[in-house]
């Protein structure tokens, strides 16, 4: 499939999608989730790969899903679309996809980040927003629920009562007020987050990925068990990171006092 309206690059690393509909502030169409999960299929294929960057295209991350596309709208009088098929066959797909790549998700909210375009930010592991971004659970304005994960992020990230006034009044909240409310790792400088997050990305391209994938696997776990239940995955999980290679170069290179130098497995 050839990319119409993301782009996607491999370089150190990292691969970095780029939502790419800029006048329309990147909103999502049925085609732009289709090459997502290309995307996301084509870098978890790739072993060289072991960071992922999204970001969006001139002024905004994502107004969300395209309000224009008639299989979603629904005007007065008119046929009543199904979203539910909406989201079991584009968004949610990708939305798994995306918590279960097994390398660390960086996001670059570079602009406003609304609806849908919000929670697929949020759905990445360490997200930064230019100063001037906002987050806009925008759905109540047209009459919907948060998706994307929404309804279930937003609640374990911020409390019950942060989660429902976000959700109840679609206000917007700007990158700082997210960072205060820990929705998001950092508010940085408007020309310096490209930078920025793609430093972030090549660094933790280095990282020890095969760990890296099994905290995030581990962290997402913990919203559902018990905590003898979670000691045990925790258990099953520090084994495998103990038999990769990665931890016993950590240990030699701790002894020999280096960096140590990570190869992912
Ligand atoms: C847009 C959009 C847009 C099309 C701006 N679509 N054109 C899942 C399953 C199925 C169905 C429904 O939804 C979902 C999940 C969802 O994501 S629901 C939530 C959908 N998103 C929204 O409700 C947000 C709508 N957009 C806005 O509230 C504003 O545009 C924001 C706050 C994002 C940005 O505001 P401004 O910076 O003031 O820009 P603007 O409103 O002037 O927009 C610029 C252009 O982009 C404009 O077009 P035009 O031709 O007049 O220049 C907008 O119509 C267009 N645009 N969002 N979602």
Redesign the pocket.
Known sequence: MSFETILYEEAEGVATITLNRP???N??TARMLAELKQALARAAANSDIRSLLLTGAG??FC???????RT??AGSGGAR?D?SK??SE??NPFILSLIELEMPTICAVN??A????A?MALACDIVLAARSA?F?Q??A??G?IP??GGSYFLPRMLGLPRARALAMLAE?ISAARAEEWGLIWKAVDDDTILLEATTLARKLAQAPTLGLALTKKAMLASYDNSLAEHLALEAEYQGQAGRSDDYAEGISAFMEKRDPVFRGK
Do not use: T
């Open positions: 006048d329309k502030l909103a999502v002024r905004a107004a969300g899903q395209d309000l224009s596309d979603v709208s679309p979203l909406s989201l584009g968004y602009g406003v609304a609806g849908a375009g929670n906002k806009l925008a759905f304005k047209i919907l998706d994307s917007p």
